[in-house]
């Protein structure tokens, strides 16, 4: 059999299945459970929970307290060490590229992925479409954070003393839409970003131009980054603009999926697309 077998030749193992599924109880109970709950919860009996909790007791990942003739287990953090070293590796450039890909032919516009850096914004990914007409869009590229649709979108969930040491640094845009660059004018911006869970550039930074982004989180529900479009602003309106802000929210929320971020984590607006 080659290493690249098919779900039909590959069976899903029962055992790793029970494990995976009584660390999640574990993980998800608000307090220690005793194997007798664990089994109820899980539906495994009660034999199989004591070897699985036991086992993970070994390895470091359960442990337990005892209380009278009662043992309560709990997970331990180094669940949490794992994860961590785990997004350390996870390089944002590439985490989505076949999606972003897809997501760009459908809008017939690029994708791209930017990080906030100081109160810039690094473009990190893009993803071209096929055509004679190019944007000045490219992996590298830095740009004011708060002329960019990218830029608002991690702005506007940023931490307050975060947000606070940006403000001072706004700029005017050089296009025909360009708003007063006050911090009022701008939080008031960003108060919109929340509520529709997308920002929206549009001939502010430079003429004919128009950005949506919007925002991806990491496994701990903090602001990563962004991931938005970018097309001629006599494009992205109308249907066409409705249909780039939905697929950079989807887009977003997968991201931040693929970071590790549960979708409960993620701020309501995101969620009901």
């Not at 529709?196 to 004919?208: F, S, V």
């Amino acid at each position: 059999m080659s290493d690249g077998g098919s779900e039909v030749d590959r069976p899903a193992s029962p055992g790793v299945d029970r494990t995976l599924t009584v660390l999640e109880h574990l993980v998800l109970a608000e307090e220690g459970l005793t194997l007798t709950a664990l089994a109820k919860s899980t539906r495994i009996p009660l034999a199989t929970c004591a070897s699985i909790v036991y086992t993970l007791e070994h390895r470091g990942y359960a442990t337990r307290r005892v209380i009278g003739r009662s043992h309560f287990w709990r997970p331990t953090l180094r669940l949490y060490s794992l994860a961590c070293q785990l997004v350390r590796k996870v390089d944002l450039s590439q985490i989505a590229t076949s999606e972003m890909r897809a997501l760009g032919e459908e809008l017939g516009m690029p994708v791209h992925i930017g990080v906030l850096d100081g109160a810039s914004v690094v473009y990190v990914a893009k993803a071209a479409t096929p055509g004679f007409i190019q944007f000045d869009t490219y992996p590298g590229k830095v740009a004011p954070f708060d002329l960019t649709a990218l830029g608002r979108a991690i702005a506007a969930y940023l931490p307050d003393d975060e947000l606070a040491a940006l403000l001072p640094h706004l700029r005017a845009g050089q296009g025909p839409q360009a708003r007063e660059s006050s911090p009022e004018v701008f939080k008031g911006l960003l108060e919109k970003v929340r509520v529709d869970g997308y920002a929206i550039e549009e001939e502010e930074e430079q003429a004919e131009i128009s950005c949506v982004a919007a925002p991806c989180f990491d496994a701990e529900g903090r602001i990563a980054g962004a991931v938005g479009v970018t097309g001629f602003a006599r494009d992205l309106v109308g249907d066409r603009r409705d249909s780039a802000s939905r697929g950079v929210v989807r887009l977003g929320v997968l991201i931040s999926q693929r970071l590790g971020c549960p979708v409960t984590v993620l701020p309501s607006e995101l969620r009901r697309f």
